[in-house]
């Protein structure tokens, strides 16, 4: 009885390990709609943000079965409280893709992200494709040297949303304030995207010490 609770714990880390990495893809198919202008990308994405808000119900809800019939102590509830948080962060960053997309869909047939601003956004997107890349590592390997590293990183990802910003607020913009809300709105879905990925390091920590660490 109690290895088939293992293993439950267990398939519980290994869906948030390709969760996350789910996400991760969608993101990336979300930066090439933006960038590129392809409503079919754009609407993939949408629809597949729907198939996994499923995914992450059914995790979440096998998670919570567990949670209440077994009634974990110690690390073993450490293990679910994050666990549950890690899903409803890979949930904002589901949505957040399918924002990035919903963008690009509305900007068709021009892109969002005029020529000048597109390597702030690319440099924005490769940063969070980082992050939730080593997020996914950090919850399967409870790596707490990765997800201290993992800060250094979000770090940059605040200082291209300032570039961004400076840019938008320069005297000489010249695309109009749709475009500017547009890059506004998207500086932010990275930012947090990128947040997201901090979260689920620091869930980790919680996991693996039982202290929440500190934010900045």
Known sequence: MR????????????????????VRRSVADSTTALLHADTTIAEKVIDAGRDIDASIDEVEERAL??????????TDLRQIV???????DLQRMNALAVHVSKVARRRVPESAVPLTIQ??????????????EKAARIVGNRDLTAAAALEVEDDEMDRLRADL??????????????????LALLGRYYERLG??????????VFLVTGELPVTN
């Open 3 to 22: 290895d088939q609770y293992y293993e439950q714990l267990d398939r519980i880390v290994d869906d948030l390990v390709t969760l996350t990495t789910t």
């Open 165 to 182: 910003f400076r840019v938008l607020l320069d005297g000489s913009w010249e695309h109009g304030m749709e475009a500017a809300i547009d």
């Open 119 to 132: 390597p702030t956004i690319r440099s924005m997107a490769s940063v969070a494709d980082s992050m939730i």
């Open 82 to 88: 994050a666990a549950l948080r890690m899903l409803a």
């Open 195 to 204: 947040d997201h990925a901090v979260n689920m390091a620091r869930r980790v």
């Open 65 to 74: 079965v567990v949670l209440a019939t077994q009634q974990p102590v110690a």
